[in-house]
């Protein structure tokens, strides 16, 4: 029973009891707003600068009050992964549940400590709001709810990637990651927000968002449909695609980026070959058009195009020079990073369309581009850049320097190679790992340790090659040198025993131009008998189509003039890939789509006025 | 919710007369209402009315993301929306298996039984309201203030906290804040005396309840009541005690009970809950600085969140009655089916129609009261 005494007293002195209160402190409310909490959750605030317009905060909105609106004059730039967009909020939605703050993969928005807003009938819409840093009236209340580490829902850390140990993997070309686990692999699509950062950052616009959020609900077969939506290079760019995806994508703002590519990689290789080629066919015309297109060169920008013309109905022959189809992929990337049974994989789907590729066949010499155009609707070059640039330092034109895509291609065609024991290697960029790093697994095959020394012009920090190429150099035990330009090569009777080199100043002048200034005072010879140039490469046009194709197209400082679409001044001849535009898998295939439309374009225009010239 | 409520009855007997008591009344909760058919004073039979403007949420929550639904569900009871985030968090934890860390769960007891002493000041001051008496309703409000200044600080919100989330709960406790729980404790303390002499001891209110709307322990059971209102038919029921979650079975607190079941025992069991929730709360201070975190156990990305399937029932002792989420996953990113099984909807219908007959009508807005329904919870 309760310890309450109701039982009414009856006093006549009740009443004075409440004379007490007279001493005490009333209960008032003072009419101006008082301050709020330290983490109120008011109106909203967002940082300009840290906001990259992912559009996550109106994902999760559980009233839809977010609306991204453009803000004019904000940076817009996909590659770098930042829209001009901005959050507005509709505040006759909101519920102030804060759960944009808690989600936001940059951390710009917050709740700030203002919550008064009073608007009179005119101004209705003043309750959608477009917030920045000041408040929604400019007042600068401090923020409220902020994200801390308590309250981030975003999840940062990615799923790591098994790999080889470097002394297991130095010892042969063998694939040094081994892809995700179907475990792995669902937790880290789960990590996406689906903002499409990565979209749009890529050359191919590949439906990153889609296939991520395919992998998510564990079909696989979704997610190959949606890669095939832009890249038939899907096993390929799963290993080695440079993924400015990853580098767009918003989760990397604070944490890591989803691992995109290895996603990719992971519904590639989980899908049986035949599902993916009735995948492929799917949505294919079955009408013919009677039309051919001749390409040459099988790399990707070649089989992207061939592929496009061969679903659209045309007949697609693909020449090219050397005994197997892939071009750079193929035969200027290692094994220990794309395996060649898994560019095999991308090609025979091109080719289970009906693509014919006729291997060893080079345009220029076997047959003349002439002779393609007579035989064909339409003829696309896209023959990248087969020849590694020089030095021209003294002493580079000496047996025993190499260009390292000649190299490259040796080791793929399986030509006998002695290695030395020593080489220098020079250059920064992806090409000059993968030949140090092919060259190190040589040396280790044939004397059991690796001596090679990397030299680049570039201050460390700044080499063009991506990041994890350098890591995983320096643990196969590959010495790399920063800032160092080739001199000269050094000679001893007649052999190659080493490079000289000085330490580089500035890599520019004024203007910006590429222009290295040595230090000469200080120079260092590294000993090898090997000296490898990989500072770039360069096509041969004019080899392909001969003097007179030559003379008839339009150049402009030596490079073929084309059109947007990739068209030359010729009416039946394109141009595209590395040839065009550099330099990786992904920009040649997007570069394929792009010539294929507009080569299908013209070749249905051909239908309509009568069809093929060639019956 | 009942159409027959919106047509006047066809050829009434002479004697009867037919009253709409709310939704626009000063003596009922919300846009709640009661068609009353009256005899003279006396009632001879009410239907309740729900209101239409909170339905529709079990089914809002399908079309909803598993975390968007944490915005949804405190809106279900005004007054005491902290068990409702907490029954809903913990169905969807049971689902995923997620481990709810110890200092979580100290923080939850603290916003539980925080939000029960908000909510049992609002419904004295209601309560007295209803017998004419408004101070004690002026009281109820600015104490419960108080209350919520202290879920503004912790949880950002006054009254919507959205403070748990399926895991443990979004922020940890500012500093100082203890020290200020604590200080606010002792202030309600102290205003006890003068809500006893204001209000629970007041002639006016003892006699005017006493004896109004008796429940006996019987019909209780058999009407499903729970809360305060069995506890005041003398039957010792609770789920913190009964059926234990987060930390209760570690702290120390009684259960009072009353034995009449009428209206001024269910305030008085509300009037020694208060006192209880002040221990409770009066513990968790003692412990929480020595109870080391984390505040949340990991949980996937919300946009990318599927709850395995299954189905889960997650009961809590709200201020107002025994409240249940009942909640089913197909293992979607939303929910399958939800269901509330709010204490009110047992007691602001069926119970509140079963007292109202015979009646006299001045004290039907007093039955209503001393019920603490919550009319979102009926509609739901």
Request: aromatic share 8%; with cysteine.
């Amino acid at each position: 029973m309760s310890d309450i005494d109701y039982k009414d007293k009856g006093s006549i002195l009740n009443p004075l009891r409440a004379l007490a209160f007279f001493g005490r402190k009333p209960i008032t409310e003072k009419l101006a707003p008082r301050k709020a909490s330290e983490r109120y959750r008011g109106f909203h605030l967002n940082d300009w600068e840290k906001c990259v317009g992912c559009s996550t905060c109106q994902k999760v909105c559980d009233n839809a009050a977010i609306t991204m609106v453009k803000v004019p004059g904000l940076p817009n730039d996909p590659v770098k992964g930042v829209r001009d967009l901005r959050p507005a909020i509709d505040y006759g939605r909101c519920c102030w549940c804060a759960l944009c703050v808690d989600l936001c993969p940059t951390g710009s928005i917050s709740l700030s400590q203002e919550y008064v807003h009073t608007c009179t009938d005119p101004e209705l819409d003043s309750y959608f709001v477009l917030p920045d840093p000041n408040g929604i009236h400019n007042q600068h209340f401090p923020a409220g709810w902020s994200k801390e580490s308590d309250n981030d829902l975003v999840d940062h850390q990615r799923q790591p990637m098994a790999e080889l140990e470097p002394s297991l993997r130095i010892g042969d070309f063998s694939e040094m990651v081994s892809g995700y686990s179907k475990q792995q692999a669902i937790i880290e699509a789960s990590r996406c927000v689906q903002c499409g950062m990565c979209h749009d950052a890529c050359p191919t616009r590949m439906n990153a968002p889609e296939y991520i959020r395919a992998i998510w609900q564990d079909d696989l077969e979704e997610a190959v449909r949606q890669i095939y939506r832009t890249n038939p290079f899907a096993h390929t760019c799963g290993r080695v695609c440079t993924h400015r995806c990853e580098d767009a994508c918003s989760v990397g703002h604070r944490g890591e980026p989803i691992a995109i590519r290895w996603l990719k990689r992971y519904a590639m290789d989980h899908v049986a070959p035949e599902r993916i080629r009735a995948i492929v066919t799917e949505g294919r015309l079955s009408d013919k058009s009677g039309l051919r297109v001749a390409i040459v060169g099988a790399g990707p920008a070649g089989l992207t195009a061939a592929f496009d013309l061969a679903r659209s109905g045309h007949q697609v022959t693909v020449y090219e020079a050397l005994p197997k189809a892939g071009g750079m992929t193929r035969y200027g990337i290692p094994d220990y990073r794309l395996p060649a049974a898994s560019l095999d994989r991308d090609v025979e789907i091109i080719t289970g369309l009906g693509v014919e590729i006729r291997y060893d066949t080079h345009v220029g010499r076997d047959v003349s581009m002439a002779g393609l155009h007579d035989e064909h609707d339409a003829v696309l070059m896209a023959i990248g850049l087969q020849f590694g640039r020089s030095t021209r330092i003294p002493g580079s034109d000496q047996p025993g320097v190499y260009r390292a895509v000649d190299l490259l291609r040796d080791i793929v065609l399986g030509k006998p190679m002695a290695v030395p024991s020593r080489a220098v290697v020079i250059g920064g960029g992806n090409v000059a790992m993968d030949i140090a790093r092919s060259l190190a697994r040589l040396q280790k095959i044939q004397h059991g340790q690796v001596g090679i020394t990397l030299t680049a012009l570039q201050p460390e920090g700044h080499f063009p090659a991506d990041p994890e190429e350098i890591k995983e150099a320096l643990e196969e035990g590959i010495e790399i040198l920063p800032a160092r330009g080739p001199q000269s090569v050094v000679l001893e009777n007649g052999r190659v025993i080493g490079l000289e080199t000085a330490r580089v100043m500035s890599l520019l002048d004024a203007q910006g131009r590429f222009a290295p200034t040595y230090d000469l005072d200080d120079r260092q010879i590294h000993s090898g008998e090997w000296m490898v140039e990989a500072i770039g490469q360069m096509g041969d046009a004019d080899a392909i189509l001969g003097t007179e194709l030559t003379e008839q197209l339009e150049w402009a400082r030596g490079r073929l003039q084309l059109n947007a679409e990739g068209r030359t001044s010729l009416s039946w001849l394109w141009a595209a890939g590395d040839i065009v535009n550099g330099p990786d898998v992904v920009h040649a295939v997007a570069d394929g789509h792009r010539v294929a439309a507009s080569i299908n374009a013209y070749l249905n225009e051909q239908v309509k006025q009568g069809g093929t010239r060639h019956e | 919710m009942r159409a027959e409520n919106y047509q006047a009855r066809h050829q009434p007997p002479s004697n009867e007369y037919e009253l709409n008591f709310g939704p626009n009344h000063p003596g009922i909760e919300g846009n709640y209402a009661l068609k009353v058919r009256l005899h003279g004073d006396t009632v001879i039979e009410a239907k309740a009315d729900g209101g239409y403007l909170h339905r529709g949420f079990e089914k809002l929550m399908e079309q909803r993301l598993w975390i968007q639904n944490l915005a949804l569900v405190p809106r279900i009871c005004v007054p005491d929306p902290a068990p409702m985030e907490l029954a809903y968090s913990t169905a969807v934890e049971n689902l995923c298996g997620l481990d709810v860390p110890v200092r979580a769960q100290w923080l939850r007891v603290l916003q539980m039984e925080l939000s029960r002493i908000a909510a049992h000041l609002f419904t004295f001051g209601g309560h007295a309201a209803t017998t004419g008496m408004y101070n004690p309703m002026y009281w109820g409000v600015a104490d419960r203030d108080v209350v919520l200044d202290l879920f503004e600080e912790l949880t950002g919100g006054r009254v919507y906290h959205i403070y748990n989330i399926p895991g443990g709960v979004r922020k940890d406790v500012p500093d100082g804040f203890l020290g200020r729980v604590a200080s606010t404790l002792d202030y309600l303390e102290s205003r006890l005396p003068d809500y006893d002499n204001l209000f629970f001891t007041n002639q006016v209110f003892v006699t005017r309840s006493k004896g109004v709307g008796t429940l006996s322990q019987q019909q209780a059971l058999e009407l499903g009541v729970t809360g305060p209102n069995l506890r005041a038919t003398g039957l010792a029921f609770d789920v913190r005690r009964d059926d234990p979650y987060l930390v209760y079975d570690q702290l120390d607190f009684d259960i009072p009970i009353e034995h009449a079941g009428d209206a001024w025992a269910r305030t008085l069991v509300r009037r020694a809950e208060l006192k209880e929730s002040i221990r409770i709360v009066r513990q968790v201070l003692e412990r929480l600085p020595s109870i080391p975190g984390p505040i949340r156990a990991p949980i996937p990305n919300p946009l990318a969140w599927n709850v395995p399937a299954g189905e889960y029932y997650a009961r809590v002792e709200s201020s107002k009655g025994e409240l249940s989420w009942y909640v089913v996953s197909n293992g979607g990113a939303r929910p399958y089916r939800t269901h509330i099984r709010g204490p009110s909807s047992m007691h602001a219908v069926q119970v509140l129609e079963t007292l109202c007959k015979g009646a006299r009508l001045e004290d039907v807005a007093q039955i209503m009261f001393s019920l603490d329904a919550c009319p979102p919870e009926v509609d739901r």
